[in-house]
């Protein structure tokens, strides 16, 4: 039974570097490749693959404010905030992205140092100067020329409300439900969307998001990152646990949706939701 009740844009969220913690907005602009000022850096190991929380999950705790222009400001527990501007589109180099190479800008050698102090290893940072040619998005599920940031695989991941509620109860059934429960923060929308029923969004192929409409191109896959507690960086076994039993599609637990927008614009916190297709 569908809910009579109007969906609508609960929250809007953007991750200025790849893995660090999210800004919530109350508008943001959308780019054919995602959210202005969404994943437009990354951090890289010293072979230039891609650094997140899978591998270092105190990158939870550190916070890049968005600046004029396209820089960020960093900041984290025990360090110096630093200012990071946008480096001149020169000297770019390939990075290691799921083991695709992408090319991108070497940040000044500042924003190198406060990372690798920080994380206790050898890292750097980098920029995507032109996210309208450097990574495509995968060819099964994109159209001739879509493009997308640093984010996993998609301009946009949407989550729903209603589905957090259930995988929730879900978890307080289970065998470690003083585990749950979990914050939206785990999952790392773009897109938090209100008044649907749970698992609505299994049904989607294509929505409208105000005036803007998006082709749903794939659930979203879930990884361990979604166990780390986004305010400690500490790690449990939900929700894979629960997803593993509840929300496996063939060999991925899912949770939320990637989409690609059809045409750039605004989106706002209670923009209507409406399901096209």
Known sequence: MESRVQPVVRDIHIYPVKSVRGIRLDEVEVEPWGPAGDRRWMVVDADGKAVT????????LTAAGTLPGGGVRLSAPGQEDL???VPEPIGASGVSLFGKKVKAIPAADAAH???????????????????ATRRPIDPDFALPGETVS?????P????TRASLDALNSLIAQGD?????PLPMNRFRPNVVVDGTEAWAEDDWSRIAIGELTFRVAKPCGRCVITTTNQSSAERGREPLRTLGRHRRFGTKLVFGQNVVPERPGVIRTGDPVRVLA
Do not use: I
């Not at 946009?156 to 989550?159: G, I, P, Q, R, S």
């Open 53 to 60: 929380q899978r591998e270092q999950a105190r990158l939870a």
């Open 83 to 85: 200012t990071v501007s």
């Open 113 to 131: 140092e406060w990372f690798s102090d920080y994380l206790g290893v050898e890292v750097r940072l980098v920029h995507l100067d032109d996210p």
């Open 150 to 154: 640093f984010a996993d695989g998609f």
């Open 156 to 159: 946009l991941l949407v989550t």
């Open 176 to 180: 470690r439900p003083h585990e749950g």
